[in-house]
């Protein structure tokens, strides 16, 4: 289990929001690539970057400044996603050393691109499923589906993907701890190891995601953590020490 150090970016800088929303945005850095090395020296095993511009758009919108950020990390590992609705995009961050392209509203609207994908680039595609109330948002959570994720996770289950990223999309960036409950009924229903996103705050947040699963670890890959780490409230070194204790 690994805790994952988030960083969004719109026009190039690395921002947060709260519950997705690009008017609610909070600047904590004009130089994304200095962030990453920041993480990357402070050990984390694995980088997460969503471009949010990219997300709202449907294509990419920071594709450069990313392939600067993922040379910067080196051996760790980097996975992306916000616009990835093609395999020309997928082949592209894969050319540039991502380690798995985060797929979302492409593969809720058409799941044969999702499958296409993951046969094309096995254990290196995640399924990214952010919900409202247990129902599937899309389009950088602008659109709010009736689909039921856990649904969506057990059909991802027949697929290679290295994984589910789950968000409850209204305590991202909240700062109100993680939906547990939610993210251990998607993981063990369907099956798929699942990476929890969305109010991770602080080490009781981690304590408690880590007794949660402690009947299933092989299911939890780890968290993604954000707004947490930039405002101090969580310390990564010591997240990653009780994730490992």
């Known amino acids: 289990m690994i805790l994952i150090p988030a ?10 929001l709260r519950q997705g929303r690009m008017a609610d945005t909070t600047v904590f850095s004009d130089d994304p690539v200095n962030m990453a090395a920041h993480w990357r020296d402070l050990g984390c095993r ?17 594709a450069e ?24 995009v997928i082949q592209g961050y894969v050319e540039a050393g991502v380690s798995a392209a985060i797929i979302g509203t492409r593969a809720i609207e058409d799941p044969g691109f999702l499958a296409e994908a993951a046969e094309r680039y096995p254990e290196q595609i995640i ?21 039921d994720a856990v649904d969506l996770a057990r059909e ?31 993981a063990v229903e369907s099956g798929v190891p699942v990476i929890a996103s969305g109010g991770v705050t602080t080490l009781e947040d981690l304590s408690k995601l880590k007794e949660a699963f402690v009947d299933r670890p092989d299911l939890l890959m780890g ?14 070194q010591a997240g ?4 490992d204790a």
């Open 65 to 88: 400044l990313i392939r600067d950020m993922v040379a910067q990390m080196g051996d760790v590992p980097v996975q992306v996603g916000g616009g990835i609705r093609s395999h020309e």
């Open 156 to 186: 991802a289950q027949k697929l290679p993907i290295a994984g589910i990223v789950y968000t409850d999309i209204d305590r991202d960036g909240m700062m109100s701890g993680l939906n547990i409950p939610a993210t251990l009924r998607l």
């Open 7 to 16: 960083i969004d970016l719109k026009e190039g800088k690395c921002v947060r």
């Open 223 to 236: 968290a993604i953590t954000g707004r947490a780490i930039y405002e101090g409230t969580l310390d990564l």
């Open 127 to 147: 399924f990214g499923l952010d919900a409202r109330d247990g129902k599937v948002a899309t389009e950088g959570w602008d659109k709010t589906s009736t689909l």
């Open 240 to 243: 990653q020490a009780l994730l």
């Open 46 to 62: 694995r980088l997460h970057i969503v471009d949010l511009d990219g997300a709202f758009a449907g294509v990419p919108r920071n």
